[in-house]
């Protein structure tokens, strides 16, 4: 259970509703996660995280897949259970396929440990990886 | 400066000699950076780190580059600045253009926002997230 | 169920029921939450613990409320079920309404967004940033 | 040095001053500091970040130095130098004292400390906490 | 649940089985747990990793109930409960006794108070603490 | 530079001269680290640190150099510079070998790979995992 009461489409205000509008048309979706039913908590929140992640995962120089994959990588490591559910479904939907999942987890975990050492030996960064293309 | 004596090529064992030349023919370099030869001041994790990071940084369902976003964007999160830096060269390397970078600063930025958003809510797992293909 | 067996008020030791009742003598309150029955198992980190957390939540030069909502912001950047749950309560004990949370929430995902893109381009400290009053 | 080049103001297209300049006029300031240059790397990072940063942080339910205050601890939590040495001095523009300072990082370092214990353990969340009002 | 499908004894192919037998045999025991089994939906990562885990946790300058006790203070400071469950087990299992637990868990605590204290003020590393021996 | 000026001896109150007298009388040593002299930015927060930190650290169950090890390994896990240098020092001062060292990193390496590939997949605690003796 949240710590806040999530907004159900029947019950939400106009501003909440038109939020909940978009993300279904967006998504060719009839449905609303409990990400965006319990952001209406606060409007101003709700309105504004929708816009950014829209426009943030929207395909570009990256596609979308790659976009779910890295959003996932970076649940995992932060170890947000909601994130990495909703994100497993959401790379899988973009086409991820188990083979995908399992080099991805692999590299998680991989940098996860290199990273640890990187900062227990206090290793000094190479003059080369400091120069800006 | 590392809390520990880096080993240069000169004052290496051969077990040790044998790791640095096999990452200089696998990259097809004349240098060893920094990361090997800090972890050279322990033989065996040297040579086990970097053949578990030469399997799983091979190209396989996931492409090069798309493997190096991942582990940037990890470290990123992490906050370890060698990881960053020396995998922000080599996925430029590996053909990230600025504008990729772009987008994957977002995307980081971003899965960092809605992750801490989601904790602080502690917003349930929908049951479709639940779902195992 | 946690690691280890909590201690009930009624199965405790002198040392630990003085504790207890300090708890609820300060809080004024008639029962003792999980964090403390459990922290029983190793009496002086009990001890010490809440005399720290009754020292330093005192309000002083920081009220109460905000004390709780900096608790709450560091919670929830840690992913800490237990402390995220404690003091949402807390701090709506403390005064905190729904308009304060929810924009408590938004300033919770912005620095978490803000520090990783900070990270991901080791953005330069500024010279004016580094001068101490 | 950040791992792409910052944009001057004299070198900006229309779009990034257009943003400089409202970073300028909102903090009644005449310089940009280097997140706002370095994000310039992608304008549109740029200018969604900036009017989300704008939108969070002007005051509300909560007053401007309770927000710097949180992001200030989350920034420690993360141990984001930039996002540590930014916001010490916004606070301190806003309002914070040394003895306000000295409380805050005594109640950063007890809630990492408690969160901690509270994983170690894996407390269980007392059935009060989980009620919503 | 786990997002993928764990592969029992029964199910599993040659490869993997010959993984589940060296671990029981490791471990002297007759059953495999759910980290290896969730594993298996990668068998080169379920490999690698368990020889890894293997190498890294056999006896050496190190013993066992160390190096477990190390495991679980990690894993109380990344919050990650499976991990956490699994290293209380193993380390009452490598001896490790109640008074033990409790001192663990009174450093767990205080490493990350300070952590985060250091990180708050940007403490400056003493030059006595640079030098390596 | 930290944030706030540090406090050499020659300039501290009584109470603060008190702690750092303990400091070097508790330590055998004739200087105070910065750690200390930062924190004297806030005397009741150096007072109830350096209690603590006496208090926990001292050797008990388990004895000083694992205590030390244990500190190592959470910092290089929160990437603290001042605590992986500061706790690197006091280690090798209490007996730690350069072989000993070098397990600690591969185990700090392995524990953060593991936590990020339990939680990528959430694995399920098995049954006899949540046992509590």
Redesign the interface.
Known sequence: ?????PVAYADASPEVRAVYDDIMATRKID?V???WT??A??P??LK??WE??K???AP???DSL??E??????????????????H??AA?KAGM??????????????????????????????E??????
Chains 1, 2, 3, 4, 5, 6 share one sequence.
């Not at 259970?1 to 009461?5: D, G, N």
């Not at 590299?107 to 206090?122: D, F, K, L, P």
């Not at 080369?128 to 293309?133: I, L, N, T």
């Open positions: 259970m949240p710590t806040v009461k449905w996660n409990n990400m319990t952001l908590h606060h101003p929140t504004r995280t950014s992640v426009q943030v995962m570009g120089a990256l790659t976009k994959m890295i959003y996932l990588a970076i649940s995992a490591t932060n170890n947000c259970e909601y994130c990495i559910r909703s497993t479904a899988r396929t188990e083979a995908m999942l399992g080099e991805l987890i692999a590299v998680i975990g991989m940098a996860n440990e290199t990273n640890r050492i990187a900062n227990a030996y206090q290793i000094e960064v190479d080369r990886f400091k120069q800006v293309p």
